[in-house]
DNA sequence: AACTTTTACAACCGCATCATT
DNA sequence: AAATGATGCGGTTGTAAAAGT
């Protein structure tokens, strides 16, 4: 059927609102309340369109909006309800007091997506985008730098880098597998909601050094189906974890661990807190908001073991 | 200082859904 | 049941400000 347009677009003013439109609007509002968008334009004396004014009374004018920087608390509500709820802005905003849609969507776009591709998180999924990392770089940058890197985190690329040299079909399986189960996990976040995965990375974090937690936790918190059985061809030994071989130094502020567009940083941020305190008790890796660079600090990766496995040649 | 690029966010657009006739 | 109107929602765009060169 067609639709008639919203609103007559001859005369209609588009863009920014100026400072009179807006009093007019408020002014209007607060003697007839919200509604009748379509007339409420030319009864306020705007040349708007009804819709644009009540997106700017939505998204800007209501007094019970709450301006201003998303708090740590906020931010992590909202990805965990995005890992739950999906791209549902106005569901997201309902539970945000004082937050409208439009502004969660916007600080998604431009903050927390962002931060989760940086971090090698899919921001759809939730899951690590383990096909994205670049796994010998990870090695070599930390090697490189003499710096100390968490047991289990390397230990999970040293494999993955053997499977993906040994078996490439596998893992390629694997991953699929991963984008699957997430995808159906999202998909029936309405009577079972999946259990974000932010919050995942966090059950990850009493990961022991014995071998426990190694890439068969990653695996099974990420939905691979059984790890054990597709994984014998890596070399992931128990004695490879549970005969610890760390290089041990000190960090070296002066010189960064490793560089800045490293695709190490963003498994540091995938994996940072694995076997590891959270800088934040309260907070998840990735609630990191006001000072992005601060929060995504090394200090959780200062152990750093090198598997007896591993070749160290090949990545020099 | 001038120019370019990036970032942040307000606003727009089209479609979906619900309500009313 | 179909047509129409009103509103809500999510994706996208435009642009001012900030940052970088």
């Known amino acids: 059927m067609g639709r008639t347009p919203c609103c007559d677009k001859n005369g209609i003013k588009k863009g920014p609102w100026t400072p009179e439109e807006d009093l007019k609007l408020t002014n209007y509002i607060q003697i007839h309340g919200p509604g009748n968008w379509r007339t409420l334009p030319k009864n306020a004396g705007l040349q708007r369109c009804?819709?644009?004014?009540?997106?700017?009374?939505?998204?800007?004018?209501?007094?019970?909006i709450r301006r201003g920087r998303f708090s740590f608390e906020e931010e992590e509500i909202i990805i965990q309800l995005h890992s739950m709820l999906g791209n549902k802005w106005s569901a997201i905003a309902a539970r945000l007091p004082g937050r409208t849609d439009n502004e969660i969507k916007n600080y998604w776009n431009t903050h927390i997506r962002k931060r989760l591709l940086r971090s090698g998180i899919d921001p759809v999924t939730h899951a690590p985008r383990l096909d994205v990392l670049d796994l010998s770089s990870i090695l070599s940058s930390a090697l490189c730098n003499r710096s100390l890197l968490n047991p289990q985190l390397l230990s999970l690329v040293n494999t993955l880098l053997l499977l993906k040299q040994e078996n490439p079909e596998i893992l390629l399986q694997h991953l699929h597998q991963n984008q699957l189960y997430n995808s159906q996990q999202n998909a029936s976040t309405v009577s079972t909601p999946a259990v974000p995965c932010t919050s995942v990375?966090?059950?990850?974090?009493?990961?022991?050094?014995?071998?426990?937690?190694?890439?068969y936790d990653i695996f099974t918190h990420f939905g691979y189906p059984n790890p054990q059985e597709n994984l014998t061809s890596c070399s992931?030994?128990?004695?490879?974890?549970?005969?610890?071989?760390?290089?041990?130094?000190?960090?070296?502020?002066?010189?960064p661990l490793v560089s800045e567009n490293s695709d190490f940083q963003s498994v540091q941020g995938s994996f940072g807190?694995?076997?590891?305190?959270?800088?934040?008790?309260?907070?998840?890796?990735?609630?990191?908001?006001?000072?992005?660079?601060?929060?995504?600090?090394?200090?959780?990766?200062?152990?750093?073991?090198?598997?007896?496995?591993?070749?160290?040649?090949d990545f020099m």
């Open 50 to 64: 009804g819709k644009s004014c009540r997106l700017r009374w939505t998204n800007y004018l209501r007094p019970d």
């Open 201 to 215: 990375v966090s059950q990850m974090e009493p990961m022991q050094a014995n071998g426990e937690g190694s890439c």
């Open 236 to 255: 992931l030994t128990n004695a490879s974890v549970s005969q610890p071989n760390y290089v041990q130094c000190a960090p070296n502020p002066t010189v």
């Open 273 to 313: 807190s694995v076997g590891s305190t959270p800088l934040n008790s309260s907070s998840t890796f990735i609630n990191n908001s006001s000072a992005d660079d601060e929060r995504e600090s090394f200090s959780s990766l200062l152990k750093f073991e090198i598997p007896e496995s591993l070749n160290i040649d």
